[in-house]
């Protein structure tokens, strides 16, 4: 006499475990990507560049866990013909990135903010944001194609190296604590701006 009853309570039960199942689909998901990332061309692009990372990899799965991604804090390349440094991002503890020489044309570093050491010289840059990195504490960016740099945001910088680029000034007004500049003849000829002495000065043609 109740069938019926019992049917539309099931049914409406059935609805409502299946709606919670969709709800929690999502978190699941977002679970899973936090729990590691594959060291893999969706995530590192660069065939060099992954290649590099794999000595971070302890455990060889082919997956960073996150544990693996905050050891990475140091990662360095000489003339291994990377051409882009895409995954990066996912090491939120990286302090010192050495890749001079290689073929990059572009790099973004606003997820690495406690990034110190960025040399970066003798690739193909054509600009270079480092207003999100204030621990920046020495930058080389000598023989790119930089036009403009805005260094207002780091303040903590100490060592600044940005000879052989096509700059034409440079605001060094926020950069009390700069110790050695090592920058193009015209860039001291005609527009450096800054109020406070410099341990070391190096002029250079480009």
Known sequence: MHTPNIMRIMRRAASVMIA???????C???????????LDAAH????????LLKEYDLDGDGVFSQEELYQIDTIVSFEDN???VQGIEYSPVLRDLNIRRNQISSIDVSHNPKLEYLIIGGNQ???LDVSHNPALKMLNASRN???????????ALKELHLSNNQLASLDLTHNTKLKEVVCQMLVFGSGYEGGHRLESVKAKNN
Not at 44 to 51: A, G, I, L, S, V
Not at 145 to 155: F, G, H, P
Request: zero cysteines.
């Open 145 to 155: 194609q930089l036009t403009s740099i805005d260094l207002s945001q780091n303040t």
């Open 20 to 26: 919670a199942a969709m709800l929690v689909a999502p």
């Open 44 to 51: 590192f692009p660069d065939e060099e560049f992954r290649t």
């Open 28 to 38: 699941v998901s977002a679970v899973a990507d936090e729990t590691g990332v594959p």
């Open 82 to 84: 990377i051409k882009s």
């Open 125 to 127: 840059l054509t600009s």
